[in-house]
């Protein structure tokens, strides 16, 4: 493992102020690193920061602190005009709503060559159009499909022209923001599998959002799991599975359901709330565990959680 | 159940062998035909926009072919009752009524279409402007627009015609003044609707500029409503010109304006009735053939009708 890693997060914050006295801390110092051609699965509930820390590395949001790191350049601050560039070229997203992320007033083709088009990244008319047509081949639709606007696809297949598009800059990186959680379970499959297939076949890392722990677990190298703003646990996601400490991880691992019902029917989901746990993430400092796993704890909490095994 | 036996692997997991199959594209009719379609089924917006067409002839081709001048005047003939002659009769200085009707419904077209143009290049804009980069520009730009509003336009209009002469020119600045504001308004509402859509996110992660998002992203997912705001914009400024010219401050004799005929018949609308019904028809079916046919490119054009 001595690659230098596709992308760096170190300390990240991201402060909303909404007035005078109060300020939204949405992500709150997070780090972790995401290796190239690897997926790192970013869990947590509703709110905890996940969408944002994402939307903070794309820079739709304006970092409050930290660095991002992407391919040995910082991009949380000032970008030069080049950095701009490789930034909004290399590092592509997917969005969570199929239905919302596509422009209803674009064909097909224009939406997938907008990145194209916006870069100037074609010589001919012919040469924009045969590269549509080669994405469009590669995420399991037809030429046929280009001259189509966008309301007349399913869900999943709209999502897949949303995965195009990110795939026709070629890009290092893609923030999958929720990219599955608006689909139904037999298209999440479809979806999660295109990925698969996309990072084998061109080598792109992966930011992987998403609170369905059993599909971060199918497609995700590594975990991190946020909490509140904070990442809370991370490591490969061997390590996060089979040996989870942070209480707030079992009690995310416990929620998983089991699709054979004689498990099913004893798994006992854990509850975890942080206002009674006496736990201050504040206080936490990211403690080593083994390998690459670390968890946010004090000394005493990490002793606490480690006996109760 | 409780003695259902499970294999070993009847819970396996599928992994990647879940492939789907390639789909085949069923055929489709464009937006523009499906569009054509819905509004040829409004009654309505046929009806309408087949008087619009037919007024708009009529008052381009009648004064060209007409053998009486708008403004000719014949004492002899003072007064006259509509016969062969003069189809719509003669008014109190013996000017032909139907050269005069149709002259003036020239006018209220003409006044329309500017107000028109006016709401799409001035209101448009500054709505557009307003609403996309929003923060400290919106905010002054909003009570600009508010302060502007303030100012009844009637008053705006004496005054102007305290520096000015009663003219076509002199309305149309009035228009221009105070008419953009609720254009504004309304694509201001829009843009920030829109903006905040995954689709434009989307865009400014693909490096998207300015000047693209706004004119491939925004402007056609809000031109629609923009196309119909304007058609409804259409019969307000007839009217407005109309209400002006009733009032007197409006064109100049001997030009006329569907408003200032239907304010010279109504002097003597006791005496002489057609002075003031003929004209009064005429505005009539123009504002309500310009109401039925925005309404019907609303409804054909609204995308919760169908299939989004």
Redesign the interface.
């Known amino acids: 493992m001595n690659q230098q890693p596709i992308l760096e997060v170190k300390n990240l914050k991201q402060h909303f102020k909404i007035n005078r006295k109060f300020t939204v801390k949405a992500v709150d110092g997070i780090s972790f690193q995401i290796m190239p051609g690897q997926t790192y699965g970013l869990v947590g509930e509703s709110g905890s920061g996940k969408s944002t820390t994402g939307r903070s590395i794309?820079r739709?949001y304006n970092p409050t602190d930290g660095e991002v790191i992407f391919n040995g350049k910082d991009i949380s601050g000032k970008m030069t005009k080049d950095e701009?560039?490789l930034?909004?070229?290399k590092?592509?997203?997917i969005?969570?709503?199929p239905m919302?992320?596509?422009?209803?007033?674009?064909k097909v083709i224009d939406i997938i060559a907008?990145?194209i088009d916006?870069?100037h990244e074609f010589k001919t008319q012919e040469e924009r159009n045969q590269k549509v047509y080669d994405i469009l081949e590669l995420v399991?639709?037809?030429k046929?499909?280009a001259t189509?606007?966008p309301?007349?696809f399913s869900g999943g297949?709209r999502q897949r022209i949303?995965i195009a598009?990110t795939l026709i800059?070629n890009p290092d990186l893609i923030i999958a923001d929720e990219a599955i959680s608006a689909l139904d379970v037999s298209i999440q499959?479809?979806v999660v599998?295109l990925m698969?297939?996309i990072q084998k076949e061109t080598n792109t890392a992966f930011l992987f959002i998403a609170h369905d722990l059993s599909m971060v677990k199918?497609i995700s190298d590594h975990i991190g799991v946020l909490h509140l703003g904070h990442l809370v646990e991370t490591g490969t996601t061997e390590e996060i599975f089979n040996n989870p400490i942070h209480p707030y991880t079992k009690s995310l691992l416990s929620a998983i359901p089991?699709?054979?019902p004689?498990v099913e029917k004893t798994r006992v989901s854990l509850s975890y709330d942080y206002a009674t746990s006496g736990i201050d993430y504040e206080l936490g400092s990211q403690h080593h565990i083994s390998g690459s796993h670390y968890v946010l704890a004090t000394e005493k909490e990490l002793e606490e959680w480690k006996n109760t095994e | 159940m409780d003695n259902f036996e499970f294999l070993e692997d009847d819970f396996a997991f599928v992994g990647e062998n879940h492939e789907s199959k390639k789909e085949i594209a069923p055929p489709v009719t464009p937006f523009f035909k499906d569009f054509m379609r819905r509004l040829g089924k409004n009654k309505g917006a046929c009806i309408g926009g087949i008087l619009i067409v037919i007024i708009i002839l009529i008052a381009i081709i009648a004064p060209m072919v007409s053998s009486y001048d708008y403004a000719e005047m014949n004492t002899a003939i003072q007064s006259t009752s509509p016969n062969a002659q003069h189809l719509f009769g003669t008014d109190r200085y013996g000017r032909d009524l139907f050269t005069r009707v149709w002259q003036g419904t020239r006018i209220s077209l003409f006044v329309a279409a500017s107000a028109v143009i006016i709401d799409i290049i001035f209101g448009m804009t500054y709505g557009l402007i307003s609403g996309y980069f929003g923060g400290k520009v919106d905010t002054v730009m909003q009570r600009v627009q508010e302060i502007i509003n303030s100012i009844p336009s009637l008053v705006i209009l004496t005054l102007l015609l305290v520096i000015m002469k009663a003219s076509l020119f002199t309305i149309i600045i009035a228009l221009m003044l105070t008419g953009w504001i609720g254009m504004s308004r309304i694509t201001r509402a829009q843009v920030l609707k829109v903006k905040e859509e995954e689709y434009v996110l989307a865009s400014k992660t693909l490096g998207a500029g300015h000047f693209f998002i706004i004119f491939k992203n925004i402007l056609p997912n809000i031109f629609g409503q923009l196309i119909i705001m304007s058609m409804f914009s259409i019969p307000n400024a007839i009217f407005y010109e109309a209400f002006l010219a009733f009032l007197g401050l409006g064109i100049p004799t001997p030009q006329a304006s569907l408003g200032s005929l239907i304010n010279d018949g109504f002097k003597s609308i006791l005496i002489t009735p057609y002075m003031v019904i003929i004209p009064v028809i005429v505005l009539a079916i123009l504002m309500l053939s310009f109401n039925l046919f925005a309404d019907g490119l609303r409804d054909a054009f609204d995308p919760t009708m169908k299939e989004m």
């Open positions: 794309i739709l701009l560039k930034l909004r070229t590092m592509q997203m969005f969570q709503d919302a992320c596509l422009n209803p007033r674009k907008e990145g916006i870069h399991g639709l037809s046929e499909h189509r606007y309301h007349q297949q949303g598009r800059m499959a479809q599998n698969k297939k199918y089991s699709p054979n004689k």
